[in-house]
């Protein structure tokens, strides 16, 4: 009896915790970290973990054996958890019995708004991928992104088989610090654009936003292997598409500056006289090194090249409407134009990304975005590049990487987000 009274208690703490607030973040804006409840310490490590024990979860936590018991006791009794069995200790001890996380007793979408329609995902407890849905068109048009999103959650949630606790997504351009608008996208020409509450609205679903290679930094940490040797403790994720944004996870918690700015490596100046940008600047990152940087530059050069040497070189076909896929069909076949473009954006990137290292010191860079399908191409000047500008100490042990997650990263980073901004009670409470 006085266990169950304690369990109760425990619920209802919960309960009025999540009536206080039902998505109270791991880590403010401000980059100081939120104290966690008992169930959410308990929970975040049963996340992180294959598989633990009671013991284990006291060794790590510093809480009490009792606190431990009754919380995972109460896991139990909502179906989050499971026994799986037993483990024997070292030097003759008692056997421990085994818990394990039930990823999929609660669910979550994940989507990204991207330069072709948009792409979502029902994934788990552990931002682990279900099943995908998506819809292709050519808009801008804010109102064609949201009914694509509407159709990709209406389609995820027929699939379910648990419940769906919320929708997170990456979007384009400048989200505002509470995730719930898109403030600017230059690539997009949206200004304070709510997409949060109008999705809300739509499916029924709390949601939340960030910038998408805030959100996709999320996705590359979370689906990190336990056998990878790289060191994600300072992990930085830089996106190169329709524009060039980094993300940042600092010891499991994403980074996002004073008002959710921090990230903005496209508008940063690599040529202080160079073309005037969208957002007033001359001479910035995005200009030079992006998708639209690219093809201009494949078309300068290719207008200035001499008939007789393209007559040598394979056709190139700039018709109105090329895309960056077409231009890494073309590099596939090695054409020269096509290198000499993407090479021209590694020297601007690597430009960049050297600044981003001396200044935030990663231990993991990772390129995704849909200019890293260029591949080598891309990433060998860049390396070479940030070998020759970035210093030694702040180079030292990095790893720089194409995305492993591919067009994946977005959605799951999505998921992901939604799951860093949940709180234990809320999922408890579903």
Same mark, same amino acid.
């Given at each position: 009896?006085?266990?169950?009274?304690?369990?109760?208690?425990?619920?209802?703490?919960?309960?009025?915790?999540?009536?206080?607030?039902?998505?109270?973040?791991?880590?403010?804006?401000?980059?100081?970290?939120?104290?966690?409840?008992?169930?959410?310490?308990?929970?975040?490590?049963?996340?992180?973990?294959?598989?633990?024990?009671?013991?284990?979860?006291?060794?790590?936590?510093?809480?009490?054996?009792?606190?431990?018991?009754?919380?995972?006791?109460?896991?139990?009794?909502?179906?989050?958890?499971?026994?799986?069995?037993?483990?024997?200790?070292?030097?003759?001890?008692?056997?421990?019995?085994?818990?394990?996380?039930?990823?999929?007793?609660?669910?979550?979408?994940?989507?990204?708004?991207?330069?072709?329609?948009?792409?979502?995902?029902?994934?788990?407890?552990?931002?682990?991928?279900?099943?995908?849905?998506?819809?292709?068109?050519?808009?801008?048009?804010?109102?064609?992104?949201?009914?694509?999103?509407?159709?990709?959650?209406?389609?995820?949630?027929?699939?379910?088989? +648990?419940?769906?606790?919320?929708? $997170?997504?990456?979007?384009? *351009?400048? /989200?505002?610090? &509470? !995730?719930?608008?898109?403030? %600017?996208?230059?690539?997009?020409?949206?200004?304070?654009?709510?997409?949060?509450?109008?999705?809300?609205?739509?499916?029924?679903?709390?949601?939340?936003?960030?910038?998408?290679?805030?959100?996709?930094?999320?996705?590359?940490?979370?689906?990190?292997?336990?056998?990878?040797?790289?060191?994600?403790?300072?992990?930085?994720?830089?996106?190169?598409?329709?524009?060039?944004? +980094?993300?940042?996870?600092?010891? $499991?918690?994403?980074?996002? *500056?004073? /008002?959710?700015? &921090? !990230?903005?490596?496209?508008? %940063?100046?690599?040529?202080?006289?160079?073309?005037?940008?969208?957002?007033?600047?001359?001479?910035?990152?995005?200009?030079?090194?992006?998708?639209?940087?690219?093809?201009?530059?494949?078309?300068?050069?290719?207008?200035?090249?001499?008939?007789?040497?393209?007559?040598?070189?394979?056709?190139?076909?700039?018709?109105?409407?090329?895309?960056?896929?077409?231009?890494?069909?073309?590099?596939?076949?090695?054409?020269?134009?096509?290198?000499?473009?993407?090479?021209?954006? &590694?020297?601007?990137?690597?430009?960049?990304?050297?600044?981003?290292?001396?200044?935030?010191?990663?231990?993991?860079?990772?390129?995704?975005?849909?200019?890293?399908?260029?591949?080598?191409?891309?990433?060998?000047?860049?390396?070479?590049?940030?070998?020759?500008?970035?210093?030694?100490?702040?180079?030292?042990?990095?790893?720089?990487?194409?995305?492993?997650?591919?067009?994946?990263?977005?959605?799951?980073?999505?998921?992901?987000?939604?799951?860093?901004?949940?709180?234990?009670?809320?999922?408890?409470?579903?």
């Amino acid at each position: 009896m006085v266990k169950l009274a304690r369990l109760t208690g425990i619920r209802n703490q919960l309960c009025v915790e999540d009536s206080l607030q039902w998505t109270p973040p791991l880590m403010s804006r401000e980059g100081m970290a939120q104290p966690p409840s008992s169930v959410d310490t308990i929970f975040h490590l049963l996340r992180e973990l294959p598989e633990t024990t009671r013991t284990d979860l006291v060794t790590r936590t510093g809480l009490s054996k009792a606190t431990v018991s009754e919380i995972i006791s109460l896991l139990l009794t909502d179906r989050l958890v499971t026994e799986t069995g037993k483990r024997l200790p070292g030097r003759g001890g008692r056997p421990q019995v085994i818990v394990q996380l039930r990823a999929r007793a609660r669910l979550v979408i994940g989507a990204e708004i991207g330069e072709h329609g948009c792409r979502a995902v029902l994934a788990d407890l552990r931002a682990g991928p279900i099943t995908f849905a998506k819809r292709s068109f050519v808009s801008r048009d804010a109102d064609d992104f949201i009914d694509a999103l509407v159709a990709c959650v209406d389609e995820l949630r027929t699939q379910a088989q +648990a419940p769906v606790l919320g929708i $997170g997504i990456g979007a384009p *351009g400048l /989200v505002d610090d &509470a !995730g719930r608008r898109v403030a %600017i996208s230059v690539p997009f020409g949206w200004r304070d654009i709510p997409f949060a509450a109008r999705i809300e609205e739509r499916t029924g679903l709390p949601t939340i936003m960030a910038n998408r290679a805030k959100a996709a930094a999320l996705g590359e940490y979370w689906q990190r292997s336990s056998r990878d040797l790289a060191d994600y403790s300072h992990l930085a994720y830089v996106t190169v598409g329709a524009g060039i944004v +980094a993300g940042f996870v600092v010891n $499991g918690a994403p980074y996002y *500056g004073h /008002v959710g700015a &921090a !990230g903005e490596l496209g508008h %940063i100046t690599v040529e202080p006289d160079g073309p005037l940008c969208g957002c007033g600047n001359h001479g910035c990152l995005h200009m030079l090194a992006s998708e639209s940087a690219i093809i201009r530059q494949v078309c300068e050069i290719h207008a200035v090249t001499p008939e007789h040497v393209r007559a040598a070189q394979p056709p190139l076909d700039l018709h109105d409407g090329i895309t960056i896929d077409n231009l890494a069909s073309e590099l596939r076949h090695g054409h020269p134009i096509v290198v000499q473009a993407v090479e021209r954006a &590694a020297f601007y990137l690597g430009i960049g990304i050297s600044n981003l290292i001396n200044l935030m010191n990663p231990s993991q860079v990772i390129i995704g975005g849909s200019v890293a399908a260029f591949g080598d191409v891309l990433l060998v000047p860049l390396r070479a590049e940030i070998q020759r500008r970035a210093l030694w100490d702040a180079r030292k042990r990095l790893s720089i990487a194409q995305s492993r997650l591919g067009d994946d990263v977005g959605p799951i980073g999505g998921a992901a987000l939604y799951l860093s901004r949940v709180s234990a009670a809320r999922i408890i409470a579903q």
